[in-house]
């Protein structure tokens, strides 16, 4: 008995730890299987070389440019997710700038902290069934709808969001950020390089002597933008004001980091437009931070503190 009684345990433990009903043991997915399962693609050689998982060129809508790269930490443990539309004046560049000077270190200390990013393409101007600039700040509200359908089932938190941008992808995170219909779950904006609003006639009260109209017939550039930014129609005043993101600020609003760079002379000395001022000068952020601070809205930027560690601040670490 000594020698058969252990055989007989053995086939007991054996056969109470099998299914009657001969279902097979399912063993837990990683996170990596279930992020692939849910996304339909497998994670891809990382442009920026970190362990991140990184998945490109999915689709967020039907449009052409509807695309976005997500990078998630590999834990499977974010403590939020950046939202980052690239700039080009709605007519050029693409996502993959994130992935360079001088965005690919802002991203990277994201990417460091557990802060999911992604990255977004977007309709130019000029892109098929564009209806102007409106279609382009549209596009951001499809991506964000799109994150937040799919964001418990890849662990993100989809009322830890913060939206950020260069130049055109600056005002288009503005535009979202800054309207309670478009905004929930959405903390703060990082707008760099930014524009204070796409009702383009109010730049003429922020420039001594400047006239939207003589800059769109001198500046062959200007006047291809200026020609698409209203659909290619003389924009009613709906229109204009339907863009005009300044005057949406109040203090419900997420909190803003707003940082530019260009000065106040958007005429060269050659009597030729620079239009890195008219796009990009400070003059914007301080009419935005301007309108910021009579609303009680909460603001910040490079003299206070760098965009990661904003971002950081705003997501609790």
Not at 112 to 130: H, K, T
Not at 202 to 220: G, V
Not at 235 to 252: H, K, R
Request: charged share 15%.
């Amino acid at each position: 008995m000594k020698k058969v009684f252990p055989i007989f345990l053995l086939f007991m433990i054996l056969s109470c730890g099998s299914d009657d009903n001969n279902t097979p043991v399912v063993i837990p997915e990683t996170y990596q299987e279930r992020v692939t399962a849910i996304l339909n693609q497998s994670p891809e050689a990382n442009p920026l070389e970190d362990s991140s998982l990184f998945f490109s060129n999915l689709s967020y809508g039907s449009a052409e440019r509807n695309t976005y790269d997500i990078l998630l930490p590999e834990d499977g443990k974010p403590i939020g997710v950046v939202v980052f539309f690239h700039g080009g004046s709605f007519l050029f560049n693409d996502k993959s700038d994130a992935y360079e000077a001088p965005y690919e270190s802002f991203i990277k200390i994201l990417l460091i902290r557990n802060v999911a990013v992604v990255n977004v393409n977007y309709s130019y101007l000029n892109s098929p069934n564009s209806e102007g600039v409106i279609t382009s700040l549209s596009d951001g509200t499809l991506l964000l709808n799109h994150i937040r359908s799919i964001a418990s089932s890849i662990n993100i938190d989809a009322n830890k969001i913060i939206l950020g941008g260069a130049s055109s992808g600056a005002g288009i995170a503005l535009w979202n950020g800054l309207q309670a219909e478009h905004n929930t779950g959405v903390l703060g904006v990082v707008a760099i390089e930014t524009q204070s609003t796409y009702n383009l006639y109010k730049w003429e009260s922020l420039f001594t002597d400047l006239s939207i109209d003589i800059i769109a017939q001198s500046s062959t550039e200007f006047q291809m933008l200026f020609s698409l930014f209203y659909g290619g129609v003389v924009p009613t005043q709906e229109q204009l004001d339907a863009v005009d993101f300044i005057n949406f600020i109040d203090s419900t609003d997420p909190d803003l980091y707003l940082f530019n760079t260009a000065g106040n002379t958007f005429l060269k000395a050659d009597g030729t437009v620079d239009l890195n001022v008219l796009y990009h000068s400070r003059v914007h952020t301080d009419t935005l931070r301007g309108k910021a601070i009579v609303e009680g809205l909460e603001n910040s930027g490079a003299y206070q503190e760098t965009p990661d560690a904003f971002v950081l601040r705003i997501l609790g670490q």
